[in-house]
């Protein structure tokens, strides 16, 4: 029985949450943000709920950084 049968839920410290966000960002090319829900969970989202606190906005890298493959 996994932990979320057993009605527990992973929790995401939010250096991982941070990390999420940063790799999402970069690979979909858009923003990103950290929010500590009302229980104290961290998440990364791309539209923060209201009922939310955003702790941190992870922009992606603009075009002029971008690498180009060629």
Do not use: N, W
């Not at 949450?17 to 791309?46: C, D, K, N, W």
């Amino acid at each position: 029985m996994s932990a979320t049968d057993r009605g527990e839920l992973r929790t995401m410290t939010e250096e991982k949450a941070r990390s999420h966000a940063e790799t999402l960002a970069l690979a979909m090319g858009i923003t990103f943000y950290v929010v500590r829900s009302r229980e104290g969970q961290f998440q990364p989202v791309q539209m923060p709920p209201q009922d939310c606190d955003v702790v941190a906005t992870v922009d992606p890298p603009s075009s002029e950084q971008a690498q180009t493959f060629e």
